[in-house]
């Protein structure tokens, strides 16, 4: 079974610049969650999703949005892109969203210049 | 809120010795609680957790981890260290504040394995 996937791997953007991060979550997993990652620091919760309703949001501004498609898919979008938004953006799926263990994809590398 | 502290952001060990990585945690409710390893230009991959019955656990590569309520610790063992285990490990805890499950990390550790 294929695990996390997340696209692109490594992508480099222009300040205010807008950006779209993919993940493709473990088949029959219906819960996504998005993380940041900056350089030196632990990964900082960003978004969840279960069965394509926002379940919880951390503290990002609002240029950070993100969905859920039907097959269970996500997107991430950040928009007006601030250098403060260079860092390792990570997908986690679990069967539901609830307190057992999230898998992780290998993370999409953001660099903005 | 629920929090997590990793003593000692780096660690360094030769091969063979003893690897301990330390975490404590603060949680207002009984906690759920993990170690990841991420190695350079990786994601995250569980090494163990620990939810509810036996304190200790048993995870992949030969790491285990203790659940100790009294000291709120949850620190990271291998008895013997391998190149291979050269990587940053952080720990997690489940924190279900505003209905819904997210992980807090920590600012992680990372090991260094010598010959």
């Known amino acids: 079974d294929a695990g996390v996937t997340q696209s692109p791997t490594h992508l480099i953007k222009t300040r205010g610049q807008h950006v779209t991060l993919r993940c493709s979550p473990i088949?029959?997993?219906?819960?996504v969650s998005w993380y940041q990652q900056v350089l030196g620091q632990g990964p900082q919760f960003i978004f969840q999703y279960y069965e394509k309703e926002e379940r919880g949001r951390g503290n990002f501004p609002d240029r950070f949005s993100a969905r859920q498609f039907p097959n269970y898919s996500s997107e991430l979008n950040v928009n007006a892109l601030l250098l403060g938004d260079s860092a390792l953006y990570l997908c986690?799926?679990?069967?539901?969203?609830?307190?057992?263990?999230?898998?992780f994809g290998q993370g999409t590398r953001l660099t903005v210049v | 809120a629920q929090s997590v502290t990793q003593l000692g952001s780096h660690v360094s060990v030769s091969e063979g010795a003893l690897v301990l990585l330390r975490c404590n945690y603060s949680s207002s409710v009984p906690p759920y609680l993990f170690w990841y390893v991420q190695y350079p230009n990786q994601g995250l991959q569980l090494l163990l957790k620990y939810t509810t019955g036996a304190t200790l656990v048993k995870g992949i590569n030969g790491f285990e981890a203790e659940f100790k309520k009294s000291e709120t610790s949850f620190h990271l063992t291998k008895p013997s260290a391998h190149m291979s285990d050269a990587a940053e490990y952080f720990c997690?805890?489940?924190?279900?504040?505003?209905?819904?499950?997210?992980?807090?990390f920590g600012a992680g550790t990372r090991l260094a394995v010598h010959p």
């Open positions: 986690a799926s679990s069967i539901t969203g609830g307190r057992t263990e999230a898998f």
């Open positions: 997690a805890v489940s924190d279900r504040a505003g209905g819904y499950n997210k992980l807090i």
């Open positions: 088949s029959g997993h219906k819960s």
